[in-house]
């Protein structure tokens, strides 16, 4: 079974800190998950809709966009 993998903007160096730590917990439940890390949301927003990630920890506004450009 292939991973869940997350896209997460690094927008603090606290972000990586926070995703071990969910990465840890997921596997420590048997669930496979991992993170990509992103430098923007716009870059985040573009990899969810080429399917590169399955799925992305946006704030409001990038919901909003991906929502708008979502088919």
């Known amino acids: ?3 869940l993998m997350v ?5 603090d160096p606290k972000v990586v800190l926070i ?3 969910i990465r840890d917990y997921a596997k420590e439940k048997k ?3 991992d993170y990509v890390l992103f430098s923007n ?4 927003v573009q990899a969810l809709l080429d399917h590169k990630v399955d799925l992305a ?3 409001n ?9 979502a088919p």
């Open 61 to 69: 506004v990038a919901w909003l966009r991906t929502k708008k450009r």
């Open 19 to 21: 995703w071990e730590i």
């Open 1 to 3: 079974m292939a991973s």
């Open 31 to 33: 669930f496979d998950l």
């Open 7 to 11: 896209g997460v903007v690094a927008y």
């Open 41 to 44: 949301y716009e870059t985040q």
């Open 57 to 59: 920890w946006n704030t």
